[in-house]
């Protein structure tokens, strides 16, 4: 039985800090990238091949960033 396989890894450097981008595939094929922010805050995209998953994380992947980086006081005034 085929299981889950990690086949690629890729340090991203965005806004002087680095981040690990790991590329799985599932026996079906499809494929999946996981950044972990820490063991409770995950992001992960999916895509049916390599390349779709690549695109999705990098655009998901500065969004992620940002969001983790706003302060909890700005968000309290809307």
Known sequence: MKQ???????RCVYEGEEY??????????????RTIFS???????????LDEVLL????????AIHSRQMHFPSRSLN
Do not use: M, T
């Open 56 to 63: 999705k994380h990098q655009d998901l992947l500065p969004l």
């Open 39 to 49: 063991p409770r805050d995950v992001i992960i995209s999916d895509g049916i091949n």
């Open 4 to 10: 889950i396989e990690l086949v690629q890894e890729y």
């Open 20 to 33: 690990l981008i790991e590329i799985f595939v599932r026996p079906d094929g499809s494929h999946f990238a």
